[in-house]
């Protein structure tokens, strides 16, 4: 596997010399074009009558949370909290072993990359049809994703580690061994770093779990939108954003002995499974009837009564081009707000915050709340995908260009944005871009259960039916989507990019 170990900003007239900027710009302006292009096919229609009246009062409410009219906040605070830590938990526990096993196996690589393929949500809506409203449904919908998103990220840690230590092991040490005596201790600090910010997302994921009704702090908070009763919903987001701000403190790894047990008393009672109902729709539900039977004439005529697969595939892979664009904007234009080469300590502080706020709305949430603002369509989805991850990745950048110092003396606004950083950081954020890509791609599915004409919409509408098997055929359409676009994006992003966990755990500037 090639390395990803990132470099130092390479000096502006090395840069300028080599042919390197010129590729990277071509892959950038061959993006926007091919979306600018595209652009006229999307649905980017407002069909409230009102939007303005409507986001005044939003607005208002928001600015003004009113806690006393909150229902039941701490049980929903901690159903959050242990879906949360508790999937995180299982999906290191199966991650683990997928990781000791990534590079030795094409059939584990493939494993990985189907499972976290698939968002939280669809398998949500999965295991719901199984296991109800239950804490199992909510830990498996968070802990399988995870699995393999944690065996592909610690693979490619442990792969960037000095092999000098583990050449000096006796022949026929075991994969674990070598783990646990010499990895570990190597990668310690990332590994944690890694699971830590997992944790942050796995705290958003819990979130969103209730917009599928499951009993989390998104359930209220879905029901207090819908209803326009915005100074609960304001209470609601203030409450989340001060977990997720406050999640050194109370999530440090001191605490855990307390906050396991704690959480995972507050998971029951746990649901009673008839075995015979879970093989039924393992074996039977998910599977085409003509399938089963071994009637391919009866196949042809359930697939030609599917729904119309071509324009959602189309409008899902459009809107993640969309977004994929609309992030790489974003960041070029943010990534100043939080940058010492511009802003002194206030400024950056209230860019910082503004930031914060930004990537810790879940891209699902910040598209349900423009959608009320602007009606089922494209726009809404664009945009929350637009800044979630284009904050996400300016972040990053701006930690990046903090390290500079420009070359030419007195130079400064705009000259030394253009010619002195932008060239420098360019490469590292084409690179940031192109692995979110994936992850885009995956949100844009999950739009649909929002009304977005995407893959998702079908999906859903699947599950609402109980067609089952025409559920299990999207997903898998889904699935392969979201592997082609992993592997595009791997080919067209720069050869000395950060890693994974890097790319996929930002913090704040130094």
């Known amino acids: 596997m090639r390395s990803t170990v990132p470099g130092r900003p390479r000096p502006l007239a090395d840069l300028l010399a080599s042919n390197r ?43 003004t949370p009113a806690f006393s009219q909150l ?83 610690f693979a490619e840690i442990l792969n960037q580690l000095d092999p000098a230590p583990a050449s000096a092991l006796p022949r026929g040490t075991g994969r674990l061994s070598r783990f646990l005596y ?14 830590r910010y997992r944790f942050e997302c796995a705290m958003r994921s819990s979130l969103l779990l209730g917009f599928v009704g499951l009993p989390t702090l ?21 409450i989340f954003y001060l977990l997720i701000a406050g999640l050194p403190w109370w999530g440090h790894r001191r605490l855990l002995w307390l906050l396991l047990p704690l959480s995972g008393w507050l998971l029951g009672p746990w649901p009673e499974i008839d075995p015979s109902l879970a093989w039924r729709f393992v074996s039977q539900d998910i599977w085409p009837p003509p399938l089963l039977a071994g009637d391919p ?68 949430l910040f598209a349900f709340v423009l959608l009320l603002l602007t009606g089922p369509s494209m726009l809404p989805a664009w945009i929350a995908l637009a800044l979630h991850n284009g904050a996400l990745i300016a972040f990053l950048v701006a930690r ?9 003396p007195g130079i400064r606004g705009l000259d030394l944005y253009c010619w002195e950083l932008l060239p420098r950081i360019f490469p590292g954020l084409l690179a940031l871009v192109c692995y979110r890509a994936e992850v885009i791609m995956r949100e844009t599915a999950i739009l649909g259960i929002l009304g977005v004409a995407t893959l998702g919409f079908q999906i859903d509408a699947a599950f609402a039916w109980l067609h089952f098997d025409t559920a299990l055929l999207l997903l898998i359409i889904t699935c392969l989507l979201n592997l082609a676009v992993d ?24």
Request: charged share 15%; proline share 6%; hydrophobic share 55%.
């Open 487 to 510: 592997a595009l994006s791997r080919r067209l992003r720069p050869e000395r990019s950060l890693t994974a966990a890097s790319c996929d755990s930002p913090g704040p500037p130094a």
């Open 182 to 195: 010499v990895e570990w201790p190597q990668a310690r600090a990332q590994l944690l770093a890694y699971i």
């Open 297 to 364: 004439a009866g196949l042809v005529q359930w697939w030609s009564r599917l729904p119309a697969l071509g324009p959602a595939i189309g409008n899902t892979l459009l809107l993640a081009l969309m977004g994929t664009a609309g992030t790489l904007l974003v960041a070029l234009a943010l990534w100043p707000l939080v940058c010492r080469h511009f802003n002194g300590p206030v400024r950056r502080w209230l860019g910082a915050g503004a930031l914060i706020v930004l990537r810790s709305t879940p891209e699902f």
């Open 71 to 153: 229902s039941a906040p701490l049980e929903a605070i901690g159903l959050t909290v242990a879906f949360a830590l508790w999937g995180v938990a299982l999906g290191l526990l199966a991650g683990i072993p997928l990781t000791l096993l990534f590079h030795r196996s094409r059939l584990i690589r493939g494993l990985c990359a189907a499972l976290r393929a698939v968002h939280e949500l669809f398998w949500a809506l999965l295991f719901l049809q199984v296991f109800g409203t239950s804490a199992i449904t909510a830990l498996a919908a968070i802990a399988v994703p995870f699995a393999g998103i944690f065996a592909k990220v």
């Open 400 to 408: 990046q260009a903090d390290e500079l110092s420009p070359g030419l």
């Open 218 to 238: 998104g359930f209220h908070l879905e029901s207090a939108f819908r209803q326009g009763r915005y100074h609960e919903a304001g209470a609601e987001l203030l």
């Open 21 to 63: 900027l010129g590729r990277l710009n071509r892959v950038a302006l061959g993006m926007i074009a091919l979306t600018l292009i595209l652009l006229p096919a999307a649905d980017l229609s407002i069909t409230v009558r009102d939007p303005w009246a409507e986001l005044q009062r939003m607005t208002g409410g928001l600015l």
